[in-house]
């Protein structure tokens, strides 16, 4: 089936710093991507819709300045957490749409401010 | 806005038990209904789905079945192992049928 990964797989960087996470997809290519977050205990939280080629959607409350997303191709969308604080720390999954009603999760990505 | 529902866990199960998680939604139209399973350490796999009312969606025992009256998405399974432990997720696809909406997700531990 359908591969999508993430790198790194875990970060622990310190506060004020800014955090890059890959998603690519391996064997199929993504005009959009979707980017969430997930906090302990609870459910997977829409952040923004990665589009290839043109800006990135964000949902409502998400800071666009603060998280930033870039779809350089077709198989690769990037989230860089900017200037990251302690309350960034967390569970970041990425996925990819492919055919109609399917997408394919990355395995995600914990971040960890110190 | 669409909503899914589901029971908090965790539930502990002895294998070979038989097992329900609930789900219900809110959504207008006519929604796609999942559920995706995150083994430990792993990402969300599509464990089933049902685009349409009544339809059954079903895989590795599991089965849900679509039910517009009643806006619900159960999950069964009739005789739980001790693999299927994991986060058991219920979402549904809306309008833009590329957009997941999730519920909390419910952790299933099975005992031996």
């Known amino acids: 089936g359908a591969v999508v990964s993430q790198h790194p797989s875990w970060v622990i960087c310190k506060s004020g710093t800014s955090v890059k996470i890959e998603c690519r997809s391996l064997?199929?290519?993504?005009?959009?991507m979707f980017w969430y977050r997930q906090f302990p205990k609870q459910s997977l939280m829409l952040m923004a819709t990665?589009?290839?080629?043109?800006?990135?959607?964000?949902e409502q409350g998400v800071e666009k300045d603060k998280f930033l997303i870039n779809h350089a191709s077709l198989t690769l969308s990037t989230l860089t957490v900017t200037s990251a604080h302690p309350e960034d720390s967390s569970f970041y999954i990425c996925?990819?749409?492919?055919?109609?009603?399917?997408?394919?999760f990355g395995p995600g990505t914990r971040l960890t401010v110190l | 806005g669409d909503s899914v529902t589901q029971m908090e866990g965790p539930v502990t199960l002895s294998e070979e038990a038989f097992l329900t998680i609930n789900c219900t939604y809110t959504?207008?139209?006519?929604?796609?209904l999942f559920w995706y399973v995150q083994y430990p350490g792993e990402g969300l796999q599509l464990l089933l789905k049902?685009?349409?009312?009544?339809d059954k969606g079903s895989n590795k025992g599991f089965e849900a079945t679509y039910r517009k009256e009643t806006t619900s998405f159960h999950l069964e399974k009739g005789s739980v192992q001790v693999s299927d432990s994991a986060v058991y997720f219920c979402a549904l696809s809306g309008q833009d049928a590329s957009k997941l909406t999730f519920g909390t997700g419910t952790r299933l531990q099975v005992t031996l």
């Open positions: 049902a685009t349409k009312a009544d």
């Open positions: 064997d199929f290519q993504a005009t959009t």
């Open positions: 959504a207008t139209g006519y929604p796609s």
């Open positions: 996925s990819a749409p492919r055919g109609y009603n399917e997408q394919f």
């Open positions: 990665s589009n290839e080629g043109s800006k990135a959607t964000y």
